[in-house]
């Protein structure tokens, strides 16, 4: 298996402008999680999602991110506007929803807004 | 105080030796635990789980959980270059499954 992918790995961009991330999970796993890191903060959940149903948004920081999950093979993360202080790496988790939840990540989309 | 602490390092330890990480958790919710090591500019990786009082080996690792002390330790035996990292302790409760991770113990093998 490829495991989790994520597009694009390198995102610069302006401040006020929409920013799109992508991923891709495991085949077959049924659970999805966005993180966020910074050096300041650490890892941070935004949102997870099981079998394609957000249930757990209380990290995501404002209203300008977003989530989806349209199907079981597919997320993307919104961020509009986006701003400075969302200059961080974000990375895709995904997990079989089994007995001990290990969580495989993805590489990573390291975000630069200027 | 965060759920999960960490101690952030550097933890500095010769080759060949026992790197010993410690992490202490809040809530009494939380069943088992992860092990993620994390190279620079890397993704988290799985190193182990623990869920029971007690050890469990693997290897060179070794997990330690205390749940009446709330904390969760891990063993690096024969510590290696390569095992330089930053490794991060999380928790998640038995209902859901929601990881809540510690901010990370940065290790340094010096040869």
């Known amino acids: 298996d490829a495991g989790v992918i994520q597009s694009p790995r390198h995102e610069v961009t302006e401040m006020g402008q929409e920013v799109t991330l992508r991923c891709k999970p495991i085949?077959?796993?049924?659970?999805l999680f966005w993180y966020r890191q910074t050096m300041m903060r650490g890892l941070e959940l935004l949102i997870y999602?099981?079998?394609?149903?957000?249930?757990?948004d209380s990290g995501m920081p404002e209203d300008r991110f977003s989530a989806k999950m349209p199907n079981a093979s597919f997320s993307t993360l919104k961020i509009q506007p986006s701003e400075p202080r969302d200059s961080a790496v974000y990375f895709c988790?995904?997990?079989?929803?089994?007995?001990?939840?290990?969580?495989?990540f993805g590489p990573g989309t390291r975000l630069t807004v200027l | 105080q965060k759920e999960v602490e960490q101690n952030s390092g550097p933890l500095s330890v010769p080759e060949g030796a026992i790197a010993s990480l410690n992490c202490t958790y809040s809530?009494?919710?939380?069943?088992?635990f992860f092990w993620y090591r994390q190279y620079s500019g890397k993704s988290p990786e799985l190193i182990m789980f623990i869920y029971s009082n007690g050890d469990k080996e693997d290897g060179r690792f070794t997990a330690q959980l205390n749940k009446a002390s709330q904390y969760v330790s891990l063993l690096i035996r024969d510590s290696q270059p390569s095992d330089s990292a930053t490794y991060l302790c999380?928790?998640?409760?038995?209902?859901?499954?929601?990881?809540?991770f510690g901010g990370g113990t940065r290790v340094l093998v010096k040869p």
């Open positions: 085949s077959g796993h049924n659970s």
């Open positions: 999602f099981n079998n394609n149903v957000p249930i757990d």
């Open positions: 999380a928790g998640i409760k038995a209902a859901g499954n929601k990881l809540t």
């Open positions: 809530d009494r919710g939380s069943q088992s």
């Open positions: 988790a995904s997990s079989l929803n089994s007995g001990y939840n290990e969580q495989f």
